[in-house]
């Protein structure tokens, strides 16, 4: 048996369709994992099935909001039923560029109801299953978890959220054995970055992207194939001993920078 295989495993994983998400999904696939895609969109959730399943792999898509309790348990439920859940990759998630006066009501409402509340609705419909035979959820945080940045106060607020909801449960969940750590990536070159810099810097993308690039110590953005690496392993049963601890992905931003 190959290093990391994920074989008769069953993942979910939420915002599996695009960027780091669809990076992950197709990382477990590969590695014999059945693909459990949750996504806002029915045709993101309808067109990665189909692309993991032309690669062979196994792959479900399920239209699901996170931000809406019952549907996500309900979604979730109808996976339980038919194979137990073996990992929770809870990866979906929103952006917001603004300082406190740059952050309206409607803003933090907005990000909490996917970044944060997301994550719990996900969590809290797996948590049972899990809890009977054993689990791994891996939450996406950020380094704006732990570290501050300019004119992130939204989205910084709910990835701290995100990390500290990770410890929570690690702690209380660890006789059940159930693990669970949070991955913090830096910046990672995904379509989102792209449309940002296109939206925000009409005529000077070249020259923004190289700008943002080296924002990193080690001069580039990051891969979603990278992160997805991290997260193949960190789900895996090599990584068996690991619980509650946060890796960051960051091209040594956090420890690097200043």
């Known amino acids: 048996m190959s290093l990391f295989s994920l074989t008769g495993k069953t993942a979910i994983i939420t915002g599996g369709g695009s ?6 999904s197709k990382a477990f696939a590969k590695q014999g994992a059945k693909v459990h895609v949750l996504e806002l969109h029915s045709d993101k959730a309808k067109s990665i099935e189909e692309e993991i399943q032309s690669l062979g792999g196994k792959a479900v898509g399920h239209q ?13 439920k109808s996976i339980s039923d038919k194979s137990k859940i073996d990992i929770l990759i809870n990866n ?9 006066e740059g952050t309206t009501e ?7 109801q996917v970044n944060i509340k997301g994550v719990y609705n996900c969590i809290l419909s797996c948590i049972e299953t899990m809890k009977v035979h054993g689990g791994t959820i891996l939450n996406m945080a950020s380094i ?4 501050g940045i300019s004119d992130r106060f939204a989205y910084s607020m709910t990835k ?10 690690a702690k209380d969940y660890l006789d059940y054995g159930i693990r669970c750590n949070s991955i913090s990536p830096a910046r990672v070159h995904t379509p ?16 923004m992207f190289e700008k943002l690039s080296k924002t990193q110590p080690i001069g580039r953005m990051g891969k979603p194939e990278e992160v997805a690496h991290l997260a193949l392993y960190l789900c895996s049963d090599e990584a068996s001993f690991i619980t509650g601890t946060d890796f960051p992905i960051d091209g040594g931003y956090i420890k690097l920078n200043g």
């Open 192 to 207: 989102f970055v792209d449309n940002f810099i296109k939206k925000n810097y009409p005529g000077t993308e070249n020259e």
């Open 144 to 147: 704006a978890s732990t570290i």
């Open 106 to 112: 409607a803003d933090m409402d907005k990000l909490y």
């Open 64 to 76: 699901c909001d996170v931000s809406n309790q019952e549907e996500t348990k309900r979604v979730i």
């Open 160 to 169: 701290g959220a995100v990390l500290t909801m990770t410890y929570s449960i």
């Open 92 to 100: 979906a998630g929103i952006a917001h560029v603004g300082n406190i």
């Open 19 to 24: 960027g780091i998400g669809e990076a992950i």
